[in-house]
């Protein structure tokens, strides 16, 4: 019998949000409570078909993404997100040390972790996910908030202002 893990987290309403898809059930429990520490929306799901209902109904803006997983695999998820979402950023959460490079550079993957991991690196692979959005979206120029944990006021070289995240290091 398969179980369900959809969680959400108690942030207030409008956080960004993150998908954790992962078959491991513990995986996915000791991601998404790294990210909502962070203080994102966090949505779990323990196959990529499932992953994909969830996208439909509620899209996240970063989903991490194992790639071995029963049935429909992680890389079958991130071409299904290219296509279906395309400004969702893909961050690779995998046990597998080598990968075919068509895979983990694909526009929609903006990191790429291998388990073990730990929260630096999580934080730091969210980071890059929401720099990679963020320079593909026009921000206005007056101070709009951030995002808990996301910095607003470094510019790009065309003067537009980025997010960063800036990682807690209280956990």
């Not at 049935?71 to 969702?88: A, K, N, S, V």
């Not at 983990?104 to 073990?116: D, F």
């Not at 692979?125 to 007056?142: E, N, W």
Request: charged share 20%.
């Amino acid at each position: 019998m398969e179980t369900e893990c959809v969680l959400s987290s108690q942030t207030a309403r409008g956080a960004r949000s993150v998908l954790v898809v992962d078959d491991d059930q513990a995986t996915c429990q000791l991601l998404a409570d790294w990210i909502r520490h962070l203080g994102f929306h966090v949505m779990t799901a323990l196959n990529a078909q499932q992953a994909l209902t969830l996208m439909s109904a509620h899209p996240a803006e970063v989903v991490f993404c194992d790639i071995v997983m029963p049935g429909r695999d992680g890389i079958w998820l991130i071409e299904q997100l290219r296509q279906q979402f395309p400004g969702t950023a893909v961050v690779i959460a995998t046990g597998l040390t080598k990968m075919d490079p068509a895979v983990t550079l694909a526009p929609a993957v903006t990191a790429y972790l291998v388990k073990p991991f730990d929260f630096d690196a999580v934080a730091s692979a969210l980071g890059s996910a929401f720099d990679a959005i963020a320079a593909l979206t026009p921000m206005p120029d007056d101070d709009v908030p951030a995002a808990p944990g996301v910095h607003s006021s470094r510019r790009g070289p065309d003067g537009r202002r980025s997010r960063r995240l800036i990682p807690s290091r209280s956990r």
